[in-house]
T-cell receptor
Framework: DADVTQTPRNRITKTGKRIMLECSQT?????MYWYRQDPGLGLRLIYY???????NKGEISDGYSVSRQAQAKFSLSLESAIPNQTALYFC????????????FGPGTRLTVL | GDSVTQMEGPVTLSEEAFLTINCTYT??????LFWYVQYPGEGLQLLLK?????DKGSNKGFEATYRKETTSFHLEKGSVQVSDSAVYFC????????????FGRGTSLIVHP
């Protein structure tokens, strides 16, 4: 079984809809991250969490929110989706003291029409 | 702030050719350096890493040496295969006490038979 899972894997939605992307991990890591990937722009950090009570904004948090429901679960929400949020979204985890090596999920491809 | 600069792709090679993908970085202090690989339709996975100056990371025939004097971490492979076709990301972490990773924009590698 995959260590970091994301649901859904693909989602098509309309402008203005609320969307939630979910991430679960079985690696026992405290640190979790949400990134978006756009062609030519690489990975950009949206939010990160170093433990259940810790939530931090990343480089591009506007239009997004997150919830850390448990050590193993970290959800990303788009409160009112817009077309420029069409992208590939990745969840990742890392362990404290590991030089912050990232373990990625398989990604969610989101299309906002 | 921290930054990672990679050569732009795509890099197109014939099978068994020599590969170099350049990566330079700007950071405070002595970060750890990483190469991640993203195969089509998958999330990123760690390819190799180096945690201090002059360290050489290696995996699957790929190598990269942490060069503090030139702030570089170039990825090399002596003989590429079609199965190496993927997007390669250079990244750093641990700069100035921060454990937020910084990624380059990625370099696409296409290997022809």
């Amino acid at each position: 079984d995959a260590d970091v899972t994301q649901t859904p894997r693909n989602r098509i939605t309309k402008t203005g809809k609320r969307i939630m992307l979910e991430c679960s991990q079985t690696k026992g890591h405290d640190r979790m991250y949400w990134y978006r990937q756009d062609p030519g722009l690489g990975l950009r950090l949206i939010y990160y969490s170093f433990d259940v009570k810790d939530i931090n904004k990343g480089e591009i948090s506007d239009g997004y929110s997150v919830s850390r429901q448990a050590q193993a679960k970290f959800s990303l929400s788009l409160e009112s989706a817009i077309p420029n949020q069409t992208a590939l979204y990745f969840c990742a985890t890392s362990a404290e003291g590991s030089y912050n090596e990232q373990f990625f999920g398989p990604g969610t491809r989101l299309t906002v029409l | 702030g921290d930054s990672v600069t990679q050569m732009e792709g795509p890099v197109t090679l014939s099978e068994e050719a020599f590969l170099t993908i350049n990566c330079t970085y700007t950071a405070t202090g002595y970060p750890s350096l990483f190469w991640y690989v993203q195969y089509p339709g998958e999330g990123l996975q760690l390819l190799l890493k180096a945690t201090k100056a002059d360290d050489k990371g290696s995996n699957k025939g790929f190598e990269a040496t942490y060069r503090k004097e030139t702030t570089s971490f170039h990825l090399e492979k002596g003989s590429v295969q079609v199965s190496d076709s993927a997007v390669y990301f250079c990244a750093l972490s641990g700069s100035g006490g921060s454990y937020i990773p910084t990624f380059g924009r990625g370099t696409s590698l296409i290997v022809h038979p």
